[in-house]
């Protein structure tokens, strides 16, 4: 049975976060995980703090932390330095990332033609973020036969959008008829990625794009996100090089690439730090001494896995990463420590205004104190020795806050940091 | 038809009413990776299966070598190769198995004549024009991965020691050895290492009535010969198993059927399967497990150098973590390195068939390539197939993880002999092979998930 410091449950943004960080102090640490999802649903970006109107990320972090129920009331200090965090580890795996808490936010198109406040990007959506120039077009490419990205749809909303700041002087939508995809039955944003990743293939691809687009005018384009996974960076410097126009990645329908290099790049870095990882069996018992968790069992195909740690983190997600249930009773608990969440009346579970406004269940999750340890009714720590991390902690909106991504890295810096503390190391030595 | 009239063992299809259709799934997929001809597992699974409960399945499902990293990495619980692995049961029962399928599932029957003539049959497997004609005529790859029949089975050498050495045991220190197929016909010393090293940790051994576990008649759809064989298993295991006798397998393709895929894919739910399910332990599991009680003995011999791992996709289905990674990190100086990479593509019989091997070949490449340019002399890997197509395609010898230690044990007990002869000056050295093997040695064994490369 594997013991270690520290267990995570889950393995999105914020439970691989917390594994690097506390694998790289020298915890020895056990993530286990469910299944994957959190990270392949993702844009790819990182949605700090973009509530609307603010300006910058820094801004939108000083009004979200206002509230003392968002965890960002106490964790907007940590923030800046989780990025900094973060944008170092995914660049060393080969995926660098730009942008910072100053950087103004800038409208970026989505695949149906919406735009999205941006400030935080890899490098292959950086293009994006450019003012545009007066004179410069917006040309976004579909390919034939990928039926998850409908380039002429998406140009007529992008048109009549409102954009931050500056906006394209025309857009366009251009179809693409990519080499040998005819023979193709079946073609995801996965497949096309992979076609993408080979050298010759991908020659053939970017000269078809080329040959395609308009012979005048000054454009920035919009591919679909599907530029290789294990050679991106590759095909990335191919496509700017060969289109002889700015180009940027536009995340499309999951399964989304960039979320998909993301969690490789992370998944990397926490197996190179030598944290063990296992996907495919949630937590089915909890063994409890007092308010300390002693173990955690995960479901195996026989009996169950008894997880040993001095410290467990919470990754385990919200109302879609399945962390958290509502009961028919009304109840909203977590699916690993069966407590009772803080949440709004069952009738109000129901908004017929589902993503547009602030959903009330989206804010519901856990209530925690500064270690981001769950709280019982009266107030204190309902376990010492767990810490809640991700898109569990409840009071936020990230939807409509754009802040799940920095409330991620954020709690994960901090528990961490917690879990790692001189209380943790004299146990650890003992 | 509704879910109220579903046999309560058969609610495995019904699973993929969860399906967020988040493709997660597809992305996991070693199979679809290589081969456009394998549309993924979301498509031939959930997508498919809402068209299957009136009409005939489609038949592209079963390109899926049935690894099961889709059931692991689906976020919403679909027990999806699963559903698969049924879907293809169905294809098999309504248009039947072909002769070469029928064949290679059956490895008793195969191990039957195998053995007595393994001289003639090992000529057979050993030629390649023989296995040309195999290729043209049976459907079997000439370059999938077979391994000759041993001289002796396991079973005979079993009888020839005399079976159980440690007699009157109680239960707790006793296991049941379920040896499987692959070890009595072609691989008795895997069989006979893990004998030497359960009775090394004072575990007495009882090797009781078995057949195959089954599982290539399941992976190939014939779920009622495996069925068969897996009641006749059931019979044979579930008393020792509620008497509190630990059931051990060295495959963990053979304990998985056993632990899993009698109740999800045979329906066998009854209590003597729960029992032999709940009884049932990988030999590695095991070791690990008596280690975390402080009931191993540690006393390993130093085997310095890299050991590249393959954790099997069955392994990975047990949900146990990788046990044989902890082990080695008891062996001084070893430097175990987990491969990192899903699957090696042979999956049982999947990757003999000559329709399928290019595409299980391709899929374990990555591998392959890490664990040659490891520049390790041997590897190691719980299921047989997997080692069979690792050696093959990889050139790395490559061995079940009990074989290694049983090696350790051997290096450390040579050790002792050493130390006991040594002259005292030479025992000071800190140089001296003595000193590596002291008890403080063992923290010196190190494991890593680095990538080889």
């Not at chain 1, 709280?375 to 409509?400: C, I, K, Q, R, T």
């Not at chain 2, 002259?423 to 190190?446: F, K, N, R, Y």
């Amino acid at each position: 049975m594997p013991s270690a410091d520290v267990v995570v449950i889950g393995a999105g943004l914020s439970g691989l976060s917390a594994g690097i960080a506390l694998a790289e102090a020298g915890a020895s640490v056990f993530v286990a995980a469910k299944g994957m999802a959190a990270t392949h649903w993702s844009h790819g970006a990182l949605d700090i703090a973009a509530p609307p109107r603010a300006e910058n990320a820094r801004e939108g972090l000083r009004w979200l932390s206002a509230d003392e129920r968002h965890p960002y009331h106490r964790l907007a200090g940590d923030v800046e330095a989780a990025l900094a965090l973060l944008s170092g580890q995914v660049a060393a795996a080969g995926l660098p990332y730009e942008g910072g808490l100053d950087t103004p936010f800038a409208s970026v198109v989505t695949p149906i033609g919406g735009v999205r406040p941006v400030s935080v990007a890899p490098s292959a959506q950086l293009a994006a973020l450019q003012p545009w120039g007066s004179d410069e077009g917006l040309l976004l490419v579909d390919f034939e036969r990928f039926r998850d990205a409908w380039a002429a749809y998406a140009a007529r909303n992008a048109a009549g959008v409102t954009w931050q700041a500056t906006r394209p002087a025309r857009i366009r939508g251009l179809s693409v008829e990519l080499p040998t995809l005819d023979r193709v039955h079946n073609l995801s944003s996965l497949d096309l990625a992979r076609f993408f990743d080979d050298p010759g293939w991908r020659a053939r691809a970017l000269e078809a794009i080329r040959i395609a687009l308009p012979r005048t005018g000054r454009w920035r384009i919009g591919l679909p996100a599907v530029l290789g996974i294990e050679a991106h960076a590759d095909v990335l410097r191919d496509a700017q090089r060969s289109l002889g126009h700015p180009l940027f990645e536009v995340p499309g329908l999951p399964p989304s690439v960039p979320g998909l290099r993301l969690f490789e790049a992370l998944r990397s870095r926490l197996l190179g730090a030598g944290a063990r990882f296992q996907f495919g069996f949630p937590v089915v018992e909890v063994e409890r001494d007092g308010r300390r968790v002693v173990a955690m069992h995960t479901e195996s195909a026989s009996r169950t896995l008894r997880l040993v740690a001095d410290r467990f983190v919470l990754a385990s997600g919200g109302i879609a990463g399945g962390g958290l249930r509502g009961e028919r009773d009304g109840t909203l608990r977590d699916s690993v420590l069966g407590l009772a969440l803080t949440g709004p009346a069952r009738a109000a579970w129901f908004d017929d205004d589902f993503l547009a406004t602030k959903h009330p269940i989206e804010a519901a999750g856990f209530t925690v104190d500064d270690e981001l340890r769950p709280l019982a009714a009266d107030g204190s720590p309902a376990f010492e020795n767990v810490h809640v991390v991700g898109s569990a902690l409840g009071g936020m909106h990230y939807l409509a806050e754009r802040c799940g991504d920095g409330v991620a890295i954020a709690s994960a810096a901090r528990a961490a940091r917690c879990a790692i503390g001189p209380s943790a190391a004299v146990r650890g030595a003992a | 038809m509704t879910f109220r009239d579903v046999e309560p063992g058969a609610v495995v299809p019904f699973t993929t009413d969860n399906c967020i259709k988040c493709n997660v799934c597809n992305t996991v997929c070693p199979v679809a990776r290589v081969t456009d001809l394998f549309p993924g597992p979301k498509y031939v699974g959930p997508q498919a299966q809402r068209f299957r409960w009136d009409g005939p399945p489609d038949h592209s499902v079963d390109l899926c070598s049935g690894c099961g990293i889709c059931t692991r990495a689906c976020p919403a619980n679909v027990l999806i190769a699963e559903t698969n692995n049924r879907a293809r049961a169905a294809i098999v029962e309504e248009h039947g198995s072909s002769l070469r399928n029928r064949i290679i599932s059956d490895t008793d029957l195969l191990a039957r004549f195998g053995v007595p003539l393994a001289p003639l049959v090992n000529f057979g497997l050993r030629n390649r024009f023989l296995r040309w004609i195999g290729e043209k005529t049976l459907g079997v790859h000439r370059r999938g991965p077979l391994r000759p029949y041993a001289r002796r089975s396991f079973g005979s050498w079993w009888r020839r020691r005399g079976g159980t050495r440690i007699v009157d045991a109680p239960p707790e220190r006793t296991v049941v050895y379920f040896h499987g197929c692959a070890v009595n016909g072609f691989e008795p010393d895997v069989g006979r290492a893990a004998v030497e090293v359960l009775e090394r940790n004072g575990l007495s051994v009882i090797v009781p009535e078995q057949e195959c576990c089954g599982l290539p008649f399941i992976s190939n759809g014939m779920y009622d010969h495996a069925r068969q064989k897996a009641r006749r298993n059931i019979r044979s295991l579930a008393d020792y198993a509620r008497r509190g006798y630990r059931i051990v397998g060295t495959s963990t393709s053979c304990t998985h059927a056993l632990k899993a895929e009698y109740r999800e894919m045979l329906d066998l739910d009854d209590a003597d399967a729960r029992a032999v399910a709940d009884g049932t332990w990988d030999i590695c599991e095991l070791l690990s497990e008596m280690h975390d009680r402080g009931a191993l003995d540690t006393a390993f011999g130093p085997m310095p150098g890299p050991l590249p791992y393959h954790p099997p996709c069955q392994l990975k289905s047990h949900g146990i973590g990788t046990p044989a990674m902890d082990l080695f990190a008891l062996i001084p100086g070893m430097i175990a390195i987990d491969s990192d990479h899903d699957c090696c593509g042979a999956a049982g019989t999947y990757g003999l068939k000559a329709e399928r091997w290019q595409i299980a070949h391709d899929v374990g490449a990555p591998l392959f390539e890490k664990f040659r340019r490891s520049g390790a002399t041997q590897a190691a890997c719980d299921s047989e197939t997997c080692r069979w197509q690792i050696e093959d395609s990889s050139g790395v010898r490559t061995r079940h993880p009990v074989e290694i230690l049983a090696d350790a044990y051997r290096a450390g007990t040579s050790l002792d002999s050493l130390d006991a002869h040594a002259s005292p000056t030479s025992s000071d050295s800190p140089a001296s092979l003595a000193s590596l093997a002291s008890p403080d040695a063992s923290v010196a064994g190190q494991s890593t998930n680095e990538p080889l490369i």
